[in-house]
């Protein structure tokens, strides 16, 4: 596993590790032999920073990998998986069925949620909970297949 230039690391067991903590640096050589004599070992030069650093003491960030999970898209929020609990029960509640208006009514005056798309809610909650139906526009209800 060697290092090229433009891949991206942490330092790591130095001292010089301690005063970047963590901090992702990126390489700004391939790997090269370093030292003279008997001392040889292998280095790299890092963008921005003085001096060469022996790749022992580096590890590989796999930045990509990283930002795809960073920023996916669709990362459901601690308060929406609680909405969509607290609607599950409302509907259970209602077996007549309800709208959704009075679905978010319901949800401000009771536990103080607020969604602001309540159709791209709704549809989230239909795909986890396939008996949730909806027989016509803004109306939901739960079938249970009777």
């Known amino acids: 596993m060697s290092f090229r230039k433009g891949d991206y690391v942490v330092l790591h067991t ?14 700004d050589s391939d790997e090269f032999q370093c030292g003279q004599g008997e001392i040889l070992y292998t280095a790299v030069k890092l963008k921005g920073l003085p001096g060469n650093y022996d790749v022992r003491y580096l590890q590989r960030v796999k930045i990509n990998e990283f930002l795809k999970d960073m920023f996916r898209t669709n990362r459901v929020k601690p308060e929406t998986v609680e909405m969509q609990e607290y609607i599950l029960e409302l509907l259970s509640k209602n077996k007549n069925g309800m709208y959704s208006k009075d679905i978010l009514r319901k949800a401000r005056e009771e536990r103080g949620f607020y969604y602001s798309n309540i159709t791209v809610l709704m549809k989230r909650i239909m795909q986890e909970h396939p008996e949730i139906k909806k027989p016509y526009n803004g109306f939901y209800i739960i079938d249970k297949g009777e």
């Open 14 to 27: 130095t001292e010089e590790a301690k005063k970047y903590d963590g901090t992702i640096q990126q390489c």
